[in-house]
């Protein structure tokens, strides 16, 4: 897809590695939807930087889990662009939850935000995907899709659930969207990691240094323009998967 004159809808794209995304699509020329949830400020601070590189911004504020507010959303990006061209499912959440436990509320905060809210952006947009006659929809994921990690069972289980439903969206939309995903590997620094975690980490990939939140825009860039890809899954993580290799084999 050339991206020159498209409308593109990034949700959590108002900040971190969502606002590089929103950005990076702008700089190929599309109009940019900015989703939110509680980032209003930062959404507006993205508008105005994607303005000044000479396309159109629109922030649009809904919570992901509520159908209600992303219907709203979705309506308004269509009012305004005439309809979607592009939809990036970033909207994420990283909440630590035990199990078992007595309490779901943690879990089902994490299937809302990245179970549903990806299918309902996603069922929403298609319509008027299919009405123009052609569509990519990228959805992003992360390494606990592949092996899960302990005491994040909400987390893991989105997140893979958003590779299924990758397979399910390019099976049920083809030839007319496109659907595809990337898994991003360690790219911005959380807030918790001791300075000796974040260098251990560096050194579990094989490429030995952290990713950027350019490497992770410019893999959803690449799904989005490349008109041959879909139902694929796009791994940037600079080996981590494999990095314990490096010490023994077994």
């Excluded at 900040?15 to 702008?26: P, S």
């Excluded at 139902?231 to 290799?245: A, C, I, N, Y």
């Amino acid at each position: 897809m050339d991206l020159d004159g498209k409308t593109a809808l990034i949700t959590g794209g108002a900040h971190r590695v969502g606002r590089v995304m929103t950005l990076t699509l702008a700089a190929a020329g599309a109009n940019v939807v900015i989703n939110y949830n509680t980032s209003g400020d930062a959404a507006e601070s993205t508008a105005t930087e994607a303005e000044e590189l000479g396309v159109a911004a629109l922030p649009a504020q809904a919570s992901v889990s509520d159908y209600q507010q992303v219907t709203a959303m979705v309506d308004a990006a269509k009012a305004r662009f005439g309809g979607i061209d592009v939809l990036v499912n970033n909207a994420s959440i990283f909440i630590k939850d035990k199990f078992p436990t007595d309490d779901l509320t943690i879990w089902h905060r994490s299937i809302d935000t990245l179970v549903h809210g990806p299918f309902y952006c996603s069922n929403l947009v298609a319509p008027s995907m299919l009405e123009r006659g052609g569509g990519v929809i990228v959805s992003i994921s992360d390494l606990s899709a592949l092996e899960p990690w302990p005491g994040f069972a909400g987390h893991s289980v989105g997140k893979a659930a958003i590779l299924a439903l990758t397979r399910q969206l390019a099976l049920d939309l083809a030839p007319t969207i496109r659907a595809n995903a990337v898994i991003p590997g360690p790219t911005l620094r959380p807030h918790d990691y001791t300075d000796a975690k974040y260098e251990r980490t560096a050194q579990n990939t094989l490429l030995g240094h952290w990713g950027t939140p350019e490497d992770m825009a410019n893999a959803m860039k690449f799904l989005v323009e490349a008109d041959y890809i879909t139902g694929e899954v796009l791994t940037v993580d600079g080996g981590q998967r494999f990095g314990h290799r490096q010490a023994e084999s077994g």
